[in-house]
């Protein structure tokens, strides 16, 4: 029997690769990338640096979208060290988003049980050198990879590793994806090596985090919401509330469904009234892509 991960239930129990079709269909290539990112929506570009010290602790610089082509700006991301995410595949490539679907659907089949309600895209672009850090979803994902070497950590979901209430900062947007790391977790990371036309499923809120194998990637991040994770991620908003009010709410592992159901529904009252408002709705920008710049990261021009 198959040892969990998580203290979450769910019918994905480990990390696993799947096959998909995604790079027989021609999208990871250059022209295919570089029409899309001359297409793509400027404020769904999330363009990043991150950087870290001896310890694995990361610093974050975001980027925005600036001046240049397409092709260009593809060639800045082969060149330097950024991470460029690009959200909304299903509205910005829906060619791309359709064919994704059709493989989810295969991949979805081989866990009894798992019904997807909502789905969501991102399509990853990112250099040789990109590293993402420690990080958890708020979904579950299927990670499609389709150029490149990507390494994945996976790591449990539990306590030690996973702490709700560091869960409830990032349900509620107070914080980003990033958790506290510590190198001695590295003992326990599940270690999986990515090739194009491999797919990767790992259990909900699985923490992880990402290294690129000296070579330029292409990713489509795929989250999908199910009944039982919505009902867990808006207790987790309700229990954030609770504690910004001073409160000590139970943790949500200990609830079962119909108590997880009650404060999802208090959660969509809380969220209609404004209880927990974004802190990162705007991040200051530090730097556009320029081609031959350190890091593929140049000055910021002003706009005009």
Same mark, same amino acid.
């Given at each position: 029997?198959?040892?969990?991960?998580?203290?979450?239930?769910?019918?994905?129990?480990?990390?696993?690769?799947?096959?998909?079709?995604?790079?027989?269909?021609?999208?990871?290539?250059?022209?295919?990338?570089?029409?899309?990112?001359?297409?793509?929506?400027?404020?769904?570009?999330?363009?990043?640096?991150?950087?870290?010290?001896?310890?694995?602790?990361?610093?974050?610089?975001?980027?925005?979208?600036?001046?240049?082509?397409?092709?260009?700006?593809?060639?800045?991301?082969?060149?330097?060290?950024?991470?460029?995410?690009?959200?909304?595949?299903?509205?910005?490539w829906p060619e791309l988003w359709a064919a994704a679907?059709?493989?989810?659907?295969?991949?979805?089949?081989?866990?009894?049980?798992?019904? %997807?309600?909502?789905?969501?895209?991102?399509?990853?672009?990112?250099?040789?050198?990109?590293?993402?850090?420690?990080?958890?979803?708020?979904?579950?994902?299927?990670l499609f990879h389709l150029r490149g070497r990507k390494?994945?950590?996976?790591?449990?979901?539990?306590?030690?590793?996973?702490?709700?209430?560091?869960?409830?900062?990032?349900?509620?947007?107070?914080?980003?994806?990033?958790?506290?790391?510590?190198?001695?977790?590295?003992?326990?990371?599940?270690?999986?090596?990515?090739?194009?036309?491999? %797919?990767? +499923?790992?259990?909900l809120y699985a923490p992880h985090r990402v290294e690129?194998?000296?070579?330029?990637?292409?990713?489509?991040?795929?989250?999908?919401? +199910?009944?039982?994770?919505?009902?867990?991620?808006? %207790?987790?908003?309700?229990?954030?509330?609770?504690?910004?009010?001073?409160?000590?709410?139970?943790? +949500?592992?200990?609830?079962?469904?119909?108590?997880?159901?009650?404060?999802?529904?208090?959660?969509?009252?809380?969220?209609?009234?404004?209880?927990?408002?974004?802190?990162?709705?705007?991040?200051?920008?530090?730097?556009?892509?320029?081609?031959?710049?350190?890091?593929?990261?140049?000055?910021?021009?002003?706009?005009?």
């Amino acid at each position: 029997m198959t040892e969990r991960r998580t203290r979450y239930p769910g019918p994905i129990a480990e990390a696993r690769q799947h096959p998909h079709t995604l790079v027989e269909q021609g999208f990871a290539e250059d022209a295919a990338l570089a029409a899309v990112l001359d297409r793509y929506p400027a404020e769904l570009f999330d363009i990043n640096l991150y950087d870290y010290d001896d310890e694995g602790q990361v610093s974050l610089r975001t980027g925005a979208r600036g001046r240049l082509s397409g092709e260009e700006l593809l060639e800045a991301i082969k060149q330097g060290r950024l991470w460029v995410n690009l959200r909304q595949v299903e509205r910005g490539w829906p060619e791309l988003w359709a064919a994704a679907m059709t493989d989810f659907a295969a991949i979805q089949a081989t866990y009894p049980g798992m019904r %997807a309600v909502r789905n969501a895209g991102q399509l990853i672009l990112s250099s040789p050198k990109a590293r993402v850090p420690y990080h958890f979803d708020a979904a579950g994902v299927v990670l499609f990879h389709l150029r490149g070497r990507k390494r994945l950590f996976v790591y449990p979901g539990d306590e030690r590793h996973l702490a709700e209430r560091n869960m409830e900062q990032v349900v509620t947007r107070q914080t980003t994806e990033e958790l506290p790391y510590t190198l001695a977790f590295e003992d326990d990371a599940q270690v999986m090596d990515l090739e194009p036309g491999r %797919a990767l +499923t790992w259990p909900l809120y699985a923490p992880h985090r990402v290294e690129n194998l000296d070579r330029f990637c292409v990713s489509l991040s795929m989250d999908f919401q +199910t009944w039982p994770s919505r009902f867990r991620n808006g %207790a987790l908003f309700t229990n954030a509330v609770i504690r910004s009010r001073g409160g000590r709410p139970r943790q +949500t592992d200990g609830m079962a469904t119909p108590e997880l159901a009650a404060r999802w529904a208090a959660s969509l009252a809380l969220k209609k009234a404004g209880a927990m408002k974004s802190r990162i709705a705007h991040f200051e920008r530090d730097f556009e892509p320029e081609v031959g710049a350190a890091d593929g990261a140049g000055m910021l021009r002003p706009a005009g």
